[in-house]
């Protein structure tokens, strides 16, 4: 019996498992301090669902305690309501289909099974710093070498976002053949122009790439001159495949439910450089490991798109965003360059001199009692740099505002 040695190249544990075994170490030996801290790590949502999804839910629930609307097995697709729904609302005049949507359990899970439909041997190029994600699930795929003293993997094309180029990394000059593109961006909280996501589909229709296009965060960009789909962009259709996800912006991490957008037009090669349709190959993956979100969920999903659902939707974020507004300021009255938290609800700080990343993580567990998450566990450029969620309570924000300026 042998195991997947790829998993023994793995760092000794994912970021935010890591996160949590040293606050569970700092709780333990300081119980008296315990009920002062705030988590604002990990970026999972804290306000309850809209009450057009509670109340869509409550109503397919019901369905499903009646014989004559009873439902078993699903479409592993994804229900026509809520496909046709998603095309509506979010990609109305950007020619995507119903069918080209696939409906899961998160985009977390996507971004990792895309590579089921990826042969070995193609080069990955991943921005850095990073959603840990897109790296570990590369190196269980045996997609890299080891890692070096810095945790940078053999084989991958790291692309730095630095303060310098905004951070949205440089086109490579070396040909890749997958890259991972996330915006807005986790862990930097920033977006990337048109003019940026025109020169990526570019590259990637003269080198045959395919950019997988994580769009988590759209829903919290502020500024009307900045895509929220890679589909935008004109071209995308032939390189791109983006996933999307109703955890952030209609409070579903605990109910989980996503979606991923495969265009009809998009393809890669065999071996032999005949062209074979991706739209198909997901959609035979999908259909073989995957049984379908619940009935209840799809139903709460589609209810995010009702006017009572925008509406809540709406206020969700203009919460959320009102605690970034907050964050960013309480930093910047404290001296540190702060990107991000303008239009995604991640603040992205430079931590003071003399700190390094995981340094400011301890500092600000022993000092004020808060959970942040350091920018190092992103990826060799994020050392230096901190991020904090505004995924909180406005108490909870305002606190945290009050002990930042106290350090």
């Given at each position: 019996?042998?195991?997947?040695e790829?998993?023994?190249?793995?760092?000794?544990?994912?970021?935010f498992?890591?996160?949590?075994?040293?606050?569970?170490?700092?709780?333990?030996?300081?119980?008296?301090?315990t009920?002062?801290?705030?988590?604002?790590?990990?970026?999972d949502?804290?306000?309850?669902?809209?009450?057009?999804?509670?109340?869509?839910?409550?109503?397919?629930?019901d369905?499903q305690?009646?014989?004559d609307?009873?439902?078993?097995?699903?479409?592993?697709?994804?229900?026509?309501?809520l496909?046709d729904?998603i095309?509506e609302?979010?990609?109305?005049?950007?020619?995507i289909?119903?069918?080209?949507?696939?409906?899961?359990?998160?985009?977390?899970?996507?971004?990792?099974?895309?590579?089921?439909?990826?042969g070995?041997?193609n080069?990955?190029?991943?921005?850095?710093?990073?959603?840990p994600?897109?790296?570990?699930?590369?190196?269980?795929?045996?997609?890299?070498?080891d890692?070096?003293?810095?945790?940078?993997?053999?084989?991958?094309?790291?692309?730095?976002?630095t303060?310098?180029?905004?951070?949205?990394?440089a086109?490579?000059?070396?040909?890749a053949?997958?890259?991972?593109?996330c915006?807005?961006n986790?862990?930097?909280?920033?977006?990337?122009t048109?003019?940026?996501?025109?020169?990526?589909?570019?590259?990637?229709?003269?080198?045959?790439?395919?950019?997988?296009?994580?769009?988590?965060?759209?829903?919290?960009?502020q500024?009307s001159t900045?895509?929220?789909?890679?589909?935008?962009?004109?071209g995308?259709h032939?390189?791109?495949?983006?996933?999307?996800?109703?955890?952030?912006n209609?409070?579903?991490?605990?109910?989980?439910?996503?979606?991923?957008?495969?265009?009809?037009?998009?393809?890669?090669?065999?071996?032999t450089?005949?062209p074979?349709?991706?739209?198909?190959?997901?959609?035979?993956?999908?259909?073989t490991?995957?049984?379908?979100?619940?009935?209840p969920?799809?139903?709460?999903a589609?209810?995010?798109?009702?006017?009572?659902?925008?509406?809540?939707?709406?206020?969700?974020?203009e919460?959320?965003?009102?605690?970034?507004?907050?964050l960013?300021q309480?930093?910047?009255?404290?001296?540190?360059?702060?990107?991000?938290?303008?239009n995604a609800?991640?603040?992205?700080?430079?931590?003071p001199?003399?700190?390094?990343?995981?340094?400011?993580?301890?500092?600000?567990?022993?000092?004020?009692q808060?959970?942040?998450?350091?920018?190092?566990?992103?990826?060799?450029?994020?050392?230096?740099?901190?991020?904090?969620?505004?995924?909180?309570?406005?108490e909870?924000?305002?606190?945290?505002?009050?002990r930042?300026a106290a350090?």
């Amino acid at each position: 019996m042998n195991i997947n040695e790829n998993f023994l190249k793995l760092k000794a544990g994912y970021l935010f498992p890591e996160i949590g075994r040293r606050v569970s170490g700092w709780t333990e030996a300081n119980p008296d301090k315990t009920s002062k801290l705030i988590r604002c790590g990990i970026g999972d949502v804290t306000e309850p669902l809209p009450q057009a999804v509670r109340d869509a839910m409550h109503a397919a629930v019901d369905e499903q305690g009646e014989r004559d609307t009873f439902r078993g097995y699903g479409p592993e697709q994804g229900y026509d309501f809520l496909r046709d729904a998603i095309v509506e609302n979010q990609f109305a005049g950007l020619n995507i289909s119903a069918d080209e949507v696939f409906i899961s359990d998160g985009s977390k899970c996507d971004t990792g099974n895309i590579l089921d439909i990826f042969g070995h041997g193609n080069k990955i190029a991943i921005t850095d710093p990073v959603y840990p994600v897109y790296v570990d699930t590369n190196v269980m795929a045996g997609n890299t070498g080891d890692a070096d003293e810095n945790g940078a993997y053999e084989g991958l094309i790291y692309l730095p976002c630095t303060a310098e180029n905004g951070f949205v990394p440089a086109i490579p000059s070396e040909k890749a053949d997958l890259i991972y593109l996330c915006y807005p961006n986790n862990p930097t909280g920033t977006t990337a122009t048109r003019e940026q996501l025109e020169a990526w589909v570019a590259y990637a229709k003269a080198n045959d790439a395919i950019i997988l296009y994580d769009a988590a965060y759209e829903a919290f960009v502020q500024d009307s001159t900045i895509p929220r789909s890679i589909f935008e962009i004109e071209g995308a259709h032939d390189c791109a495949i983006e996933f999307r996800s109703f955890s952030k912006n209609g409070g579903f991490t605990g109910v989980r439910c996503a979606y991923t957008v495969i265009p009809k037009t998009l393809t890669a090669t065999t071996s032999t450089g005949e062209p074979v349709s991706l739209h198909s190959l997901w959609n035979r993956r999908h259909a073989t490991k995957f049984n379908g979100a619940s009935y209840p969920v799809q139903r709460g999903a589609a209810a995010v798109f009702s006017p009572e659902g925008k509406a809540q939707v709406s206020a969700l974020i203009e919460h959320y965003m009102g605690n970034a507004a907050l964050l960013r300021q309480a930093c910047q009255d404290a001296g540190l360059t702060v990107f991000g938290g303008e239009n995604a609800p991640y603040v992205w700080v430079q931590c003071p001199d003399g700190v390094d990343s995981w340094g400011m993580f301890d500092k600000m567990l022993e000092e004020a009692q808060v959970v942040i998450t350091p920018g190092a566990g992103f990826g060799a450029a994020g050392e230096g740099y901190f991020r904090i969620s505004s995924f909180n309570t406005r108490e909870n924000v305002q606190e945290v505002c009050r002990r930042i300026a106290a350090l």
